[in-house]
């Protein structure tokens, strides 16, 4: 049979959604390219709420130049950017010896420069309102993946997907804030409609590959985030205005509109959610596209039952939703499981960056930098869940980060060469176990709830993504506690994850009772060799 017979060899249907050929890879990068705006909007607090230098305004003693420096008439008993030395009666000109040595609550400012929030919501010496920001922005992402996981789920992905991603012009209203408390609400708005897409895209990625692409896709989408932030802090880099940069990586969102007519639904949740022929429609553009020959007629006559068996999706009859699930003690424990390795990878990743205080330059170059490490874990992630499995190589993964994590705090600080590359090694550790984390929780689930369970396991990976900045706290009690926190949080997961299944060439169940009735196993008694059934998930 010559390759020209071989291409046009017809197949089965089946068949559509495991290849992976022009249609893929068009999908992919219409998905991708709004998504590296929304890493890009993601982390748009760690530059624009930057803490900038200021000092205590004395009105009596400034010049039409004055800058943030402390000037030499500033008396040198006190630097404190939150108190204003008190002046002396009479006094005219402003000198070292023009004070009573007295200190007073400060409440004007000069500013080194307005290129950030502080300065021009006056925010100095109130660094709980900047953190607050973060954290506002962070809750309103874990809000978002729960909500959007349902309305994925409920109304589909491509419209969830498109509407989140949509949402990012509601952060252009932030270069007009006239108030500490209007810019934190509106921070708190953009996150809740933005947040969401990381979710929903993922799960389009996941469901339009076949098994074979699962890990492949979960890394292209973690370097399309990545790519977003080392963009962004280049953008920064050259663009230090927050306004201007807002207008940069936020007005582009309004063009994410024009994926209406360029994207396609999930054909998995259409053949799940009964629209027979909205799915068939898109059966054979996967077709076309990738020039896969199957029977047109075939695909034109086919019921929606005879569809779904060709999919191998049993029953759906009723819709599923979280009480489903949880009727079902093995998606619990296998939700439990999940939910750990979103939370600890989030955690642990953005800790590290967090706490690796001693990385050499600017804030700009340190995050650059700490962006880049997270590349060559994407490598070690899809070589490994590829060749190896998923389960194993994420053991190995957190086990290992974790004991890193503790041998960096025994590294005396005199070594520091050594304990800075310990460090790294389990930040790109980490990176890989990030990557490995998400692929394996989108396994996991049948499609009926993926995009909900999913949901709830990002909302945890949110709750470590607040904590991380919380973890320098701690070195107040001692410098290695965060890390020993890192390690110990790590082992745990690594350990938890003896609960889940490994799900390298499993199929991508498609209901909560495909799921449940692919448990039920042979047993061979040792008394009478009689063979039984065993229902592997006791349903309640």
Known sequence: MTNDDKKKETRDISDLLETFGKYQIIQYMLICLPIIFVAMISINFVFTVGDVDYRCQIDECEEANSTAEFPIWWPETTRDRCSRPVLSKGVKVCSNSSFTGELATCDHWIYENNNTVIAELNLACQPWKSNLIGTFHNLGMSISIVVTGWMSDRFGRKPTLIFCVSGGIIGQIKTIATSYYMYIGIEFLEACVVGGSYAVATVILLEIAGKRYRVLAGVLFSYTVYFGEVLFVCIAMLVPYWKTLIHIING????????????????????????????????????????????????????????????????????????????????????????????????????????????????????????????????????????????????????????????????????????????????????????????????????????????????????????????????????????????CATIIAGVLLYLAPETKDMPLYDTIEQMKNSGITKVETKNNNVITDVNADNYI
């Not at 939370?343 to 170059?365: A, C, E």
């Not at 929780?441 to 909302?459: H, I, K, N, Q, Y």
């Open 252 to 487: 582009p969102s309004i063009f994410s509109i024009l994926l209406f007519f360029l994207i396609n639904e999930s054909p998995r949740w259409q053949i799940v959610s009964g629209r027979v022929e909205s799915a068939k429609t898109n059966l054979k553009r996967i077709a076309k596209d990738n020039k896969i020959c199957i029977s047109n007629e075939e695909l034109e006559n086919i019921d929606e039952d005879k569809l779904k068996e060709k999919f191998d999706i049993k029953s759906y009859e009723i819709k599923e939703n979280y009480i489903d699930a949880f009727k079902s003690k093995e998606i619990t424990k296998r939700l439990f499981v999940a939910c750990i390795c979103q939370f600890t990878s989030n955690f642990v990743y953005y800790g590290i960056m967090i706490n690796s205080v001693w990385l050499p330059g600017d804030k700009h170059l340190n995050f650059l930098l700490s962006s880049l490490m997270s590349f060559p874990g994407e490598i070690i992630s899809l070589y490994l869940m590829n060749k190896v499995g998923r389960k194993i190589p994420l053991q190995a993964g957190f086990l290992t980060c974790g004991l890193l994590c503790i041998i960096s705090v025994l590294i005396p600080t005199e070594y520091s060469s050594v304990k800075l590359s310990v460090v790294l090694l389990a930040k790109v550790v980490i990176s890989a176990c990030y990557t490995g984390a998400i692929t394996f929780a989108m396994e996991l689930f049948p499609t009926s709830v993926r995009g909900s369970l999913f949901g709830l396991a990002l909302f945890t990976a949110e709750i470590g993504g607040m904590l991380a900045p919380l973890t320098p706290i701690l070195n107040n009690i001692s410098n290695i506690v965060p890390f020993m926190f890192f390690g």
